[in-house]
Nanobody, 120 residues
Framework: QVQLVESGGGLVQAGGSLRLSCAAS????????MAWFRQAPGKEREAVAH????????YYADPVKGRFTISRDNAKNTVYLQMNSLKPEDTAVYYC?????????????WGQGTQVTVSS
């Protein structure tokens, strides 16, 4: 089992920044690919960014490329999402997810989510 707890969400003006954190406990975090997803009201959940088990590879959805950065600290069992140049369309609940695999693919564990609201 893996438990994931997100933090760092909040209200920010357009153009601002936020840093989300996801603290993991349970199964060996350092062997798991991790990801951030988001779900806006009335929309389906979408992947935002993925990172492999050692941070050597990252992947981003087109809407966030160049603005968001995913990273991880395996010593702290934590994955981060640095979000810069935020736009109102980034408003969503952001979820952290963990895979049983070292590489991005299916995700087996999910956090409870943290709200990000970007005002115009």
């Amino acid at each position: 089992q893996v438990q994931l707890v997100e933090s760092g969400g909040g209200l920010v003006q357009a153009g601002g920044s936020l840093r989300l954190s996801c603290a993991a406990s349970g199964r060996t975090f350092s062997s798991s690919a991790m990801a951030w997803f988001r779900q806006a009201p009335g929309k389906e959940r979408e992947a935002v960014a993925h990172i492999n088990w050692n941070g050597g590879s990252t992947y981003y959805a087109d809407p966030v490329k160049g603005r968001f950065t995913i990273s991880r600290d395996n010593a702290k069992n934590t994955v981060y999402l640095q979000m810069n140049s935020l736009k109102p369309e980034d408003t969503a609940v952001y979820y952290c997810a963990a895979s049983l695999s070292r590489y991005p693919g299916d995700y087996d564990y999910w956090g409870q989510g943290t709200q990000v609201t970007v005002s115009s």
